[in-house]
């Protein structure tokens, strides 16, 4: 009897020692796999206009999926994500969200923000912050800011050896400095091509009113103009629409646009022309990179121009007629702007004594 009871006692012993020793390893597994696990999640606040505006935000987001894929992060909370704004009122409401939703990086898109940045930067000293297109000088927010002038020149160069008219458009979203740079940009490109050319300049006062851009667009158009450069957001939207109207009324007319920031040839086959790109995705993938590699560059900024590869021109519609001289007359001056020959102009200063010769 004592012998069954002693032996019983041993079992529960040894069972004891196994259930502690599994939940010691459960444990210890659980805490390897929480150091092992890629935990790292990023995200992004929209500009006014959308994640899906087919233009800088949708371009941003692109690149925030990119880089998601390659590291097998999930939309969501712990991964990837974004979060719209529907007017400035939403910048800081939706920056201290994602902070407090335990983002590793959180991005605030657009000229718009800094403010917003910069106080929620300021209150949430312990997290990491980017802004594109413009500066905040806080350690614990990069920078990501682009040569858009050199874009909008190589987009002028093209616009003015398409134009069959001589006259030409340039249509912005809001007048700050990013838009103002690809305009300027666009005059001096079709100063260089050919002075002659008319080019008329038209803000929208916002980057989300399609309508707005589809007037505009369509004034330009009955005024003679053949070519029209939008940098304007989702008011772009309007712009593709009037051209794809006329053209499908009037098959045998020029009604040209250039797109904006990502290409936009999916805008119209029959008319977009090309598109000044603008590498936000890339840059935006690039940073998160560093960032979950351990070196985030708080209180730097990056500048991309087409030295960096951040900034280029879209492939040339194949139905324009003198395609084959727009792509020399193009990567010529590529050339002249990565070697330094030519300062592409970024003031009205600078576009006023600009001499391309």
């Known amino acids: 009897m004592k012998k069954r009871n002693v032996g019983m006692g041993l079992a529960l012993v040894l069972a004891a020692g196994t259930l502690l020793g599994a939940c010691g390893k459960s444990d210890e597994s659980t805490a390897k796999g929480a150091d092992s696990k890629n935990n790292f999640s990023v995200a992004m606040v929209t500009d006014i206009g959308g994640v899906d505006d087919k233009s800088f935000n949708q371009s941003s987001w692109e690149g925030l999926e990119n880089f998601g894929n390659e590291n097998g992060l999930q939309k969501g909370k712990d991964g990837y994500d974004y979060l719209q704004s529907n007017s400035d009122a939403d910048y800081t409401t ?115 009113k399609a309508e707005v851009g589809q007037a505009i667009a369509s004034k330009m158009y009955s005024s003679g103009a053949d070519v029209l450069f939008h940098a304007s957001g989702a008011t772009g939207v309007g712009i593709f629409k009037e051209a794809n109207d006329r053209k499908t009324n009037d098959p045998d007319k020029d009604f040209w646009v250039i797109g904006v920031d990502r290409d936009q040839a999916d805008m119209g086959p029959d008319v977009v022309l090309t598109s000044a790109l603008k590498r936000v995705d890339v840059a935006v993938k690039n940073l998160a990179t560093k960032t979950k590699e351990g070196n985030f560059p708080g209180g730097e900024v990056a500048l991309f121009g087409l030295a960096e590869d951040g900034v280029g021109l879209a492939a040339i519609n194949a139905n324009a007629a003198n395609k084959a001289e727009i792509d020399a007359s193009v990567n010529e001056w590529v050339e002249k702007i990565k070697s330094g020959t030519v300062k592409v102009p970024e003031t009205r200063e600078e576009l006023n004594t600009f001499n391309p010769q």
């Open 94 to 208: 939706n920056l201290n969200r994602l902070v407090r939703e335990g983002f590793d990086l959180v991005y605030a898109i657009g000229f718009l923000m800094p403010a917003a940045v910069e106080e929620i930067a300021n209150q949430q000293k312990d997290a990491k912050f980017a802004i594109v297109d413009a500066e905040v000088k806080l350690p614990n927010v990069a920078s990501i800011l682009f040569k858009e002038q050199e874009a909008g020149f190589l987009a002028g160069i093209a616009a003015a050896k398409t134009t069959k008219s001589n006259h030409i458009g340039f249509i912005g979203g809001m007048e700050i400095p990013v838009v103002e740079r690809f305009e300027l940009g666009f005059i001096a490109g079709v100063k260089a091509a050919k002075p002659e050319v008319k080019v008329d300049v038209q803000y929208a006062g916002a980057f989300d």
